[in-house]
């Protein structure tokens, strides 16, 4: 009888436990929707991310490295971005760092798709257009292992293609595989900036 009345009284703490929990998720994956649509987080920067960013992981990733993330909003609002010279610009030493490249897209068989640990990337067209695949790491197979010096690793396999353009900023995180600088005919100029953010 004692063990019985241990028994359930374990199920009733832990059933309690685990309700409040998910609950707590839940609540907090709703502000972190509503907090992301607001787009406060942008610092009046008139660009809108898109579709395919991850919100939650937006939301962990922003509040974990608050001042990294508004550096590159930043960098994105204060300058000219059409008349920035290709090369590499410091934001904020190794922790963002932007690369600015004016580059013929390509044909589909000549890009990569590929993902980074050590950093986030924050992928703009400045001026012209570009197709960017996107996929979850999870579902592509690997055919360069991860270089921890160059922070990249390759891979094979499908994903959702988007076009990209001036106005809409995309965004990958670790977990996201991507494909950029894809043609969408006739291999045009693509001005276009990278901002490198440190994962947190």
């Given at each position: 009888m004692?063990?019985?009345l241990l028994f359930f009284l374990f199920v009733f703490i832990f059933s309690?436990?685990?309700l409040q929990t998910k609950a707590q998720s839940t609540v907090?994956?709703?502000e972190?929707?509503?907090w992301f649509k607001k787009r406060e987080w942008l610092g009046g920067l008139k660009l809108q991310p898109h579709s395919s960013v991850n919100a939650q992981e937006f939301a962990r990733q922003?509040?974990?490295n608050k001042k990294y993330w508004d550096e590159a909003f930043a960098f994105l609002k204060n300058n000219d971005l059409t008349k920035l010279a290709p090369g590499k610009y410091p934001i904020d030493g190794d922790n963002v760092y932007a690369y600015v490249t004016d580059d013929s897209t390509k044909d589909y068989d000549k890009s990569k798709w590929e993902s980074h640990r050590k950093y986030i990337d924050l992928h703009y067209v400045i001026s012209g257009e570009e197709k960017i695949g996107v996929t979850?790491?999870?579902d592509v197979t690997v055919t360069e292992p991860y270089n921890a010096e160059k922070d990249i690793?390759?891979?094979s396999g499908p994903g959702k293609i988007y076009l990209a353009k001036p106005g809409t900023f995309f965004i990958f995180f670790p977990g996201t595989a991507h494909r950029p600088n894809i043609t969408t005919g006739g291999n045009k100029?693509?001005?276009k900036i990278v901002i490198k953010i440190k994962n947190a």
């Open positions: 004692k063990k019985k309690g436990f685990y907090s994956k709703k972190n929707e509503k922003y509040h974990a979850p790491v999870a690793a390759h891979y100029p693509d001005q």
